[in-house]
């Protein structure tokens, strides 16, 4: 008698915590805006001039100790925040990979690495989903198979705001579900002029701005109570390169604020660039794949 209760104790136990990483049915949130600064690192976060940022960072939870994945290029990380894995799982490898070097370890019926829009798109099919980015790298890794909507703002170094348009017009019109933004705009100065450099600082500035529009275009959409804002970056810098293993270059900021995020300020627990996928999942209350090795950062989740 008291062996079947202690079976039916574990079996109850191995229950639970198989409904942890299986999600509920109640999502924390309705809509997720990401928004991606590509060469943003944390470094010379406090030089940049970045008010609507700061708002975000007042009103919700941080860290500028995110990890970026090795090696500290471009779609190496665009992909591992997307994936939910390391370049070991999801096999991106260099710069502008566009397909993987390495074979992915699985692949989804678009044949590409399971990514967070794919998993919500299985979960959540009626979900409107949709990317929008400078770098037309980002296309080939958002797995745009599983998105409503996909477009690159061409020729941005001459007109800067057209990526801050057209996201204000997708939001505004379709109030997606998750909509990924990507601006090149610091990585480009960074490779430039220098990372910390005047121009690099100005280019954050003006990012910031477009922020606010995207934030405000969130309100005027009638969602910011139902909205979370993420701001994020794939890597930083350091002169006019990055690629190495210096703090400067693997040190990125993570924001978060809005519906199902807490006023907890800066967080310690530990956050590497696979885990925005996994967050991102637990806000929608997501069933990940078994395939990614990212958690979510459950200390900010309300």
Request: proline share 4%; glycine share 8%.
């Amino acid at each position: 008698m008291k062996a079947k209760h202690i079976l039916s104790t574990i079996a109850l136990a191995v229950t639970a915590i198989a409904c942890i990483s299986c999600g509920n049915d109640k999502a924390l949130t309705e809509h997720v805006i990401l928004i991606g600064l590509d060469g943003m690192g944390s470094a010379y976060f406090d030089r940049s001039e970045m008010p609507n940022t700061a708002s975000l960072m007042d009103a919700g939870s941080w860290t500028l100790s995110k990890r970026s994945t090795f090696r500290t290029k471009s779609a190496i990380n665009w992909a591992s925040m997307f994936m939910g894995a390391g370049t070991e799982l999801h096999g991106y490898t260099e710069w502008y990979s566009r397909t993987p070097e390495l074979p992915s370890r699985v692949t989804n019926e678009h044949g590409i690495f399971p990514t967070i829009n794919s998993i919500l798109r299985e979960q959540r099919p009626d979900s409107e989903i949709g990317a929008l980015y400078e770098w037309d790298t980002i296309q080939w890794l958002v797995d745009s198979l599983a998105l409503d909507h996909f477009a690159e703002s061409k020729d941005y170094l001459n007109h800067p705001q057209q990526l801050g348009d057209m996201a204000v017009d997708y939001i505004l019109e379709k109030k997606p579900n998750l909509l990924t933004i990507v601006f090149d705009h610091p990585d480009h100065e960074g490779h430039l002029y220098g990372w910390d450099s005047p121009e690099y600082h100005e280019a954050v500035k003006f990012l910031d701005a477009e922020i606010g529009r995207i934030l405000q275009a969130v309100r005027d959409a009638g969602i910011w109570d139902s909205t979370t804002i993420i701001v994020t970056a794939d890597h930083g810098g350091i002169g006019s390169n990055h690629g190495g293993i210096l703090p400067s270059e693997y040190e990125t900021p993570f924001i978060i604020a809005g519906k199902g995020i807490r006023n907890a300020g800066e967080f310690d627990e530990s956050m590497m660039q696979y885990d925005v996928a996994s967050t991102i999942a637990a806000l929608f209350s997501l069933t990940q794949p078994q395939v990614w090795i990212g958690r979510p950062v459950t200390s900010i989740l309300e």
